[in-house]
């Protein structure tokens, strides 16, 4: 290693660093030694002029080990290909991204999980995606006819942001609504009293934490006031939520599942990107700290031995 090398961060965490988690990771990296590079993606971009053909402000000809993606901001579509190109790019360099950009496309994009959890033999809710309303228009009476009720979610949707229940066909949204996309699955109706469903946290291969999220309405995310209950899974369960994450490639997720009136545990969705400040409040575990040294096991593998700390 030349010397200038040596000082160059050998991990980047990309957000703003300014949110609860990019200031919590960055506090779990550096509680290890690790002073991470923070810059959001906005600020990154490509160059023929560097040796790694990536332009990051701070990095230079610099390759870094690791790539932390916090957070993809939003953007045109143009802007979010290029912010995923870049992943890709450090993907093809021999870094260890976390998460992977296949897996971030895979989740942040739901019918592409369906498509994944139901090639991986896992059970998830009757889903349906597409363009085209008449035949939208068709699942929803042919599941309304079987006298269930039809989710509409936004494609890219999270935060339980813009997902309605569809009684009939007339309550289909128009398509503007839906930017064009109806992703459409059958309504899981609740098997206790309250509406709940499982959050389950994996990282490197395991469950590290677990809740029950339940609320007065059908749609139990934090971030709509569901209240959280640490709850401890069961096995089965839990390998449920370690091969939904598996299948989509994801190195860390969120994982939600619901339980349907006979028991059956269903997965709704893989988070790529997940936030864990909620379950941080009923966990003992600090989950910054557990997903940064799994991180650093894939990204920096001889740390142990060599004990490579940065000033
Ligand atoms: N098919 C369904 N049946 C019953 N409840 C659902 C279904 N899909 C979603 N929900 C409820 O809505 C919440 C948000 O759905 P989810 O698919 O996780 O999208 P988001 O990305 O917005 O969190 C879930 O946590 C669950 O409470
Ligand atoms: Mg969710």
Redesign the pocket.
């Known amino acids: 290693m030349t010397e200038v090398s040596a000082k160059m961060p050998s991990i980047v965490l990309f957000g703003d660093g300014r949110d609860w988690h990019g200031k919590s990771l960055r506090r779990a990296f550096e509680r290890r030694g690790i002073r991470p590079l923070v810059v959001p993606l906005a600020q990154c971009g490509f160059s023929t002029e560097t040796a790694t053909g990536l332009a990051i402000p701070g990095l230079g000809d610099h390759c870094p080990k690791g790539a932390f993606v916090r957070f993809v901001p939003g953007g045109s579509f143009e802007q979010v290909t290029l912010y995923l190109g870049l992943l890709h790019a450090l993907r093809e360099l021999g870094v260890t991204v976390w998460n992977d950009a296949r897996a971030i496309e895979r989740c942040v994009d ?1 019918s592409t999980t369906t498509f994944f959890l139901q090639k991986a033999g896992l059970p998830t ?1 009757r889903t349906f995606a597409g363009v085209d309303r008449s035949t939208a228009e068709g699942i929803v009476s042919r599941l309304v006819q079987e006298g269930r009720s039809v ?1 509409e ?1 936004p494609l890219f ?5 813009g ?1 309605r229940l569809v009684a009939s066909v007339q309550d289909l949204s128009p398509p503007e609504d839906v930017d064009g996309v109806y992703y459409l ?4 109706p609740p098997a206790q009293k309250h ?1 709940q ?1 499982w959050r389950l946290f994996v990282s490197g291969g395991r469950v590290v934490a677990s809740m029950i ?1 339940h609320g007065e309405d ?4 934090i971030k709509l006031g ?1 209240r959280a209950k640490a709850a401890i899974a069961s096995q089965s369960l839990m390998d449920l939520a370690v091969r939904a994450a598996s299948s989509v490639g994801a190195d860390y997720a969120g994982v ?1 599942i ?1 339980q349907d009136r006979d028991g059956r545990f269903l997965v ?2 893989v ?1 790529s990107m997940p936030a864990w400040n909620g379950l941080q409040k009923v966990t003992s575990l600090r989950l910054s700290d557990t997903v940064v040294d799994a991180f650093l096991a894939d990204a920096l593998p001889k740390r142990g031995r060599d004990a490579e700390g940065e000033s």
Not at 185 to 188: G, T
């Open positions: 739901k809710p989710v979610k949707g999270a935060q339980g942001k997902i699955q059958e309504f899981v509406h469903d999220r059908w749609i139990t995310n569901a939600d619901i709704l969705e988070n």
